[in-house]
């Protein structure tokens, strides 16, 4: 099979804080590491503006996507040595499958750009959209790469990270509620943010995970693991992924690429504060198949460059909007509920009368996740369900084994936040001129909360 | 004494993965953490092209900092309670002293810049000097925070970093051979390259740290944790800050910046690839009382925008070095000593029979530390030794109660390599026109170290 | 105030892997530690029988206890820094209460006895009653160092520890849903076992703790910190407190005990396997007040001691039951519902056809526990619930506030199972004579359950 | 083969805090386990009087066995992954030596016994004599397990601990410089201990080892790793295997064993503080073939059991030292050189004058050991020299490669101590009787060292 199935003279070690090693043995998965398009990794950070709530979490993309590839390899591994397939269509684990799984973990992310969350929202793109034109368009290296082993070989792969390839077991590997992807950036963001939660216990899941004919499931015998990996997942999101600080940079960086669209639009708009690579955005011409060559070059050091730049800016909030983001200036937030939610419009009236614009400068912003998911027939998207298998070999779903499970399935766990300047706040008696209108947004805070002053 | 003193109504709370929480209890450290100068350190690798061979080592100084800020003040805590000062000169504690030693510990590191040890070595600027500046000048925001105290209180700051203050105490934190910056960027390092070495016991040494008139030193029931202190350092100098992959990018650093002066030098040279912030620079015009603002804005982001333009740079040199350090396409490396030194001319020559220029594709890097240093009244630059305290008071220096630390004391450990292109080690038989070239080469490296082929 | 405050000249410093160091700083407390009563917490197994599952569950009620008295004494110190009572009853802390919570931590486990839920479930004892018997009978040595304070402070210490003292803050840091005691043991147990659960963030919960007019309460911002040590707990109870090995060597351990109550009874029962430190209990003439120095001998060693020479006794069943406890050999289990609760007598009828006396073994065990609770006027024994403060000062309980916690509250999870000697589940052709019998009982189970082998 | 190759149906997964879980995957290593004399070893400490010193390290040799067995299982993992011999005597790896291996590993200490390093010392036994007889004498159950395999095997399993097996991959492994053995001693005691020494890169070893033509070698890549666990290895000497608080109960003990030994001698020596199963030892009657069953009996908790018992003895010198055992009351000790080694008969001395038996309340002990040994023609006895292998195949031997690890080659580190009463160093002013004797005792002693008074 050549190039394929060709290992490396050396098994390369890399070192890893979270997995300990990462193992390299074939020289495609060497090959792939050494594209251009995957070094570019190394300059996306994986939590983009969490590092700004917990500043150790400045790991990037290239570590995850390592990560990913190994705890596919070690699955791999375990799923050779104790299920290997005899006949085709035993259900087993059939080890030949292994590469494009090796690949499809390691590239699966590879579409990611920076700041890809706010970035894909305001400018409607897609970085699913963007790995899958990375991996099958024949001018990038990762799609040279591939097309070593067979020309159909990069659509294999792509068809991985989209779901369609037709081996289950490979695709829950990246992609199901406990797979590669998830397990490999719980304990990356564990680790890296120090949040001692999303510790839990990956050797013990990788021994009672298995194959069988629709995919992947679990011995019985890993419940509580499984159970308190679902629970870990669910404080990182509470505690982590939730957090209104991170959100509230978030919202500054999307008012900011708002305001820099605006601008762009109109005459003379950013003079020569000109973000080249950024104007195929801000004018809405991107095309992922023509323009990937430029989207690859917009990483974070290029994007920080510019906000950094735009803080001399000559129109006033953006170079105020670019400041707060550059040095770290987070709004304020606070929680609102479908019965407070009527008093946004008198919130955001005293934050325009106190000079704010409130179409940059408030924001509402609602985070909500499922904890874990069940299949639903009516759903339109679902995530594939976790499967207990029993000693007998038949199957249960995660939330009739486990009553912790049970009690969090499909409830959306978060809230909904209203963010505003943080000097709405201040209580100096020297800030004379806003002062009343200072006092009086204060009363509809309470607690964190916003509250009907009229009612307490 | 107003500012100075001025405690936060509710104490901050940071959480890092390393010292568990950093705990922000002045005013005037949340200033100084929210100036522009401080938040760009989240912008400055900590360990520069470390993070191409331990691809964990993303964190950043900001971190560091935090870190260092943290340990002075665990360690002002503990003299606090322990040994508070009664009467002046009595060679105990004054708490007075702690905010001047917090300040110093957050800011010691405030002038580095983007991939300083290289950038310093090739433009010859000086990361502490920059420090003293940004203190000093009245244009920083750090300053003017720091002036609020009183107008001679960057002063102050500045000279405990530059160990002029005369509070030994207070200089000996921050700068000695088992200081907060020390002791935080082993347990740092060592926690995101994943190393495991460096992992020394920082609550014992913390516990049994002690100040006394001439400054700071340990009491002898701590011996072995500092033993284990100065030998995780070593460690972490053996196999992370003198890793031959690491200085093989630095190499392919320098060598490219190199190759920007010399090309700023010669009309048109860097063309529309021109970098606006690093001109003055590339041009020798820098002057760090004049030119604060711009180095400022020179973070790693700006730097790797750069490079990652100059790979279409039309100076072939230019391009292909940036592409190797965009892309991580390390040199490879050969320890050589004086005894083979003469044969460095004669691998040179054959490297540019390949066709590479050898002054930008070739160099030696000679990496050497001492684990510990003793007062040597001959040396101009000394570190203070570490002073072990016994029951009665006497002091003892570390490598006299030591045996471990004796044999290592004054001893130059590291090695000297000669760095080339990795083409040079091919073995293919297809790379037939250089083939005979590189037989010959390969003649003179046998486990990594430079032979001499006629006598092997 | 005499001893009560006398600080050792110099702290102690104990080497703890769980809490780091544990820091003697009282002469009483270094007293009491060393009295005969404490070290022989030194013989007690923390875990009773789970080291038979979880092997490295080695650790003694002494280096727990150790640990009670630390985070007591951390409390505290946190108290003392943020919270310090300015006057009587402002609802802050009084740090005069220091040294009773310090005793009352220490001490609380000090009744504890070898094997104590199985021994106190088979003898009638009480190892709370035995507590306040060590603390208050004048013939302890923890009695006269306690009463070097004073002579009504042995009541005070014991008062706490039964709940009865009037500062619930006191009470509270001993006991209560989230105290210094479940706090120690989580963390030690899952150190120890390597349960990998169980590891919620100490630090932040004590960060986040503060005294407040009626007990102790938890700052909001420590919601999610707190729920997590909810959740651990809960995964600590199901994965290794309630184990079904565990529980399965504990019913040998009853029915072993037992069997010996029932020899003693007659005449030349245990013969010259006779017990001597058992025998009061065995013989039920056992007085706390009386026989207190007696007790305090019966470690875990004289028990085992006790039970090795067992496995030579004339009597089958006690040699046979000793031989299983001594030697690891567990029965199995299934678990069983109200449903096929019914099935039980079917199938000891079975067991005891296959030669095994139903009473010795035999057993249904029903471990259950409520992950949390809250107050419930119309129940007798309750436990304090959880309060979180607000920035107002107005309190929530912690169901209220937390989805998770509120899912779990107040619901019985555990199972019910019955056990059974190992022997029933052979499935070799060679045991000729039992074979019928041993493949009509393996038709109860399935799945690790028992069912009606008519409907399935 | 039957038995011997015969794999458990369902691999058998122990949890272990140290090596995160244990693999039992093969029929006879589960048999072995559930041997009684295996078993016993979950009634041995693996530290003896550690435990009094670092009250975590309650571990036993049950633990330790079974990660000695698992390190050896994980070596022939790696070794027969990358290293499989392909034809007999190429150096290489066969494993069909593999169970071999994995029993000896198991096995290794299964002679040991109570406190073994007093008890041998004192009762002239021998724990590796024990082991060979445990394994070869046909009335252990251990014995019989091991002769499923074949009538030869189990004096191969002995040949391998003893070192006189023909393989020497096999014999390394269980006994070298760098062995299954000391790895996971060294890991485990630093857990249990928490002494944050110790804490080595085990998978980097694991990964860099390899089999030989002579044995096992290690490759020249993984020279820091080795390095770094000789230093660990040389710390935890230091820091707890010599720690003189464990010392000086060892010395207790061994009073203690001798008063005894010399009481049994008389006539009506121990009365009814008859210690049964210790006569043979306190008779010099014991002999390790016969006796082998009574000896398995003698635990710890035996042990214990008696010297609880003891301490109501009517002789006050065994009293008094079982009490000082029990309750842990270590003599303190002091430092002597060979130039004050003349000093001690004059403080023995001043010791007998306080009315203290010298004979039982006064000992030396030198505690020294060599980091690191290389081979020496001339010694008797010597350590296997570990050697590394360059990328030729030569090999280097390790204090050849390392500066560090050459420094302390050879060399003997540790201290001479000499013990006696705490009693001795009391200053009240109270204790009026001995205040001149113990006065003078003091002017002894400075800095825990014994100096000449008439010096100083």
Redesign the interface.
Known sequence: MGYYSTPLDQEK??????L??VYIQDQIIMDLI?T?EF?RL??IHQLGTT?QT???A???R??HS?GVYEIVRRICNQFQRNYPSKTPGDGLWDDSERIVAECAGLLHDIGHGAYSHTFEHIFHTNHEQITQAIITNPETEVNQVLSKVGPDFPNRVASVINKTYDNQQVVQMISSQCDADRMDYLLRDS???????G???L??IL?VMRPYKDGICFK?SGL?AI??YI?SR??MY??VYFHPTSRSIEVILAHLLLRAKELAETTDGLEHFNPTLLMPFLEGTFNPETDLKDYL?L????L??YF?TWRDAPDKILADLADRF????PFKSAIYTDKTKDLLPELSKLIEDAGFNPEYYTATDNSYNQPYDVYDPKSEHHNAQIELM???G?LVELSQAS??VR??TG?D?GDSRFFFPKEMLQTDDNVELFKPIYDNFQRYI???TIIDPKEN
Chains 1, 2, 3, 4 share one sequence.
Do not use: C
């Open positions: 070690v890399i070192r890893d804080p979270v300990s090693h050494n251009t070094q190394r300059r590092s917990f500043p150790g400045e790991h990037t290239f570590t390592l680790y890296f943010t120090g949040a001692q939660y510790k839990f216990d050797d013990r021994q019985m509580h159970e308190y629970v669910f404080q509470l505690q070059r990483d974070d050091g290029v920080n460059t950094s550059v040095n770290r200036k029993q000693k007998d038949s009553l912790l009690t969090i409830k766990v309470k607690n964190d």
